[in-house]
């Protein structure tokens, strides 16, 4: 199964609007699978859902993060078991910050790295990476913030990345700091069992970079190297607010030298011959409706390696 | 409560970085209160000068060179001084506020805390405050901190 992640929010512990006890109810109106809670500096909300958790007795199941608000750009960690000093961050080595958070077992990617920062604010990522592997993951669509300016420079960003050669993962989060609809908004998904425990799923996806990003459908692809053909087909997802049309979906394939663009059918699945993908060996799928234009874009799949 | 240490500071425009204090605790106690505030948060007055400045700073980021002058003026009235405090007690993390309230209140005692902080069974050892500075928008930008116990 496909399960459904928020991994993006905050609760009055921080600057949100919403008690720990209505951010859990938020996401099980949406019918979210696991969301994460990642207030700004601080953990002092965990034990708070925690409690509120058990109180409710729903199936609803929490990943304990933070959002590290640095002087130079926001850090999402996921299964933050407990607060890391970020204080002594540098600019020039942002790597020491992420290797002290994986060592303790957690995940650690960008938040909005095209957001708005200096002079105006301190929400873009201003450092730069030297090692790449300490980068779990890229918030590719951090929804609230503007499509062109921000979330289309971000994908293109984690993009770039991984025609390098470079393994990253990709996320996405409503960064909820009120009650707003979630409708129409890109989520996270990751395969999961329904029963397994949601950290060792998140991580597991994270670490082969298996996520998925939609606001609704999810592209899945299957490879068969013995019949030298890729399968591609749409599972649709209980995500509230998408509603299916007759119109083709566009599958884009981006690889290093160029774009390849193919349209289906959401009833019939697409068969694509290795021969025809111009000897690529990194896939980079996306699917749309109408055009390839960033406003049409529905979903972003797991990379293809060939 | 009783107040043990009272503090303050001038900051200048343009620094990053925090200033930390260390308290000792005589004994152990059941409450304590932190206090902080700083002035000029915002900017009181838009002068051309400071329109010139943002754009400048900004080397074409943000569209800046071709953003009108209602653009301008709207980003600079959003501009703020932002002065975090993150607060351990010895050396673990017992709260961080991230709300812009100015002054703050951070109160901590066995079952209760501020939005940010953690309940603390006993408040004892060595209280580190932390003054984060995110950014400083003007000189002279002068701050007081003040703990108190019970």
Redesign the interface.
């Known amino acids: 199964m496909y399960k459904r992640l928020e991994l993006h929010n905050h609760t009055?512990?921080?600057?949100g609007n919403l008690t720990p006890s209505e951010l859990i109810d938020l996401m099980c109106d949406d019918k979210v699978d696991a969301f994460a809670l990642t207030?700004?500096?601080?953990?002092?909300g965990h034990?708070k859902i925690q409690e509120a958790l058990a109180k409710k007795n729903i199936p609803l199941s929490c990943i304990y993060g933070m959002e590290y608000?640095t002087?130079y750009g926001h850090i999402l960690c996921f299964d933050l078991k407990?607060?890391i000093?970020w204080?002594n961050i540098n600019l020039h080595n942002p790597e020491l910050l992420f290797k002290a958070i994986k060592e303790k077992g957690a995940l650690a990617g960008v938040a909005h790295p095209f957001s708005?920062?200096?002079?105006?604010?301190?929400c873009r990522f201003e450092m730069t990476f030297t090692d790449y592997s300490c980068l779990d993951f890229i918030e590719i669509f951090n929804n609230p913030e503007p499509l062109h300016?921000v979330n289309e420079q971000g994908l293109l960003w984690w993009e770039s990345l991984i025609l390098e050669g470079h393994r990253i993962a990709f996320t996405s989060g409503m960064d909820l700091h009120s009650k707003d609809s979630m409708h129409g908004q890109f989520a996270t998904f990751i395969e999961g069992k329904e029963n397994g425990d949601i950290i060792t799923e998140l991580k597991q996806a994270i670490h082969t970079q298996r996520t998925w990003v939609s606001k609704g459908p999810l592209l899945v692809i299957e490879k068969n190297d013995y019949t030298k053909t890729l399968y591609i087909s749409i599972q649709n997802t209980t995500k509230p607010g998408y509603v299916e049309d007759e119109r083709p979906y566009l599958l884009s394939l981006r690889t290093k030298k160029e774009t390849l663009c193919f349209s289906f059918n959401h009833k019939a699945p697409l068969i694509i011959p290795y021969s025809n993908l111009n000897s690529s060996s990194i896939l980079i799928p996306k699917l749309y409706k109408d055009n390839l234009e960033i406003e049409n874009l529905i979903a972003v799949a797991p990379v293809i390696y060939l | 409560m009783k107040q043990i240490y009272d503090v303050g500071g001038i900051l200048n425009k343009g620094f990053?970085?925090?200033i930390a204090y260390s308290i000792c605790l005589d004994q152990p106690y059941e409450e304590m209160a932190l206090s902080f505030a700083f002035d000029k948060q915002y900017y009181d007055s838009i002068t051309e000068e400071l329109k010139k400045e943002?754009v400048a700073?900004?080397h074409g980021?943000?569209?800046a060179n071709s953003a009108t002058d209602e653009m301008i003026t709207a980003?600079i009235k959003?501009?703020k001084t932002?002065l975090?405090i993150?607060v351990t007690m010895n050396d673990e993390?017992i709260?961080?506020?991230?709300?812009?309230d100015n002054p703050k209140i951070i109160y901590f005692s066995k079952t209760q805390?501020t939005?940010?902080?953690?309940p603390q069974e006993s408040i004892n050892g060595v209280i580190r405050v932390?003054v984060?500075a995110?950014?400083v928008i003007q000189d002279d930008t002068h701050y007081k901190l003040s703990l108190s116990v019970n």
Do not use: W
């Not at chain 1, 207030?39 to 002092?44: Q, R, V």
């Not at chain 1, 708005?116 to 301190?122: H, N, Q």
């Not at chain 2, 939005?115 to 953690?118: N, P, Q, S």
């Open positions: 009055i512990e921080s600057d207030d700004h500096n601080t953990i002092s034990i608000t002087y407990e607060y000093p204080e708005y920062g200096y002079p105006i604010g301190c300016e | 990053v970085g925090q943002l700073e900004c980021k943000y569209n980003t959003s501009m932002e975090q993150i993390f709260g961080g506020v991230h709300r812009q805390a939005e940010g902080c953690i932390t984060v995110f950014s």
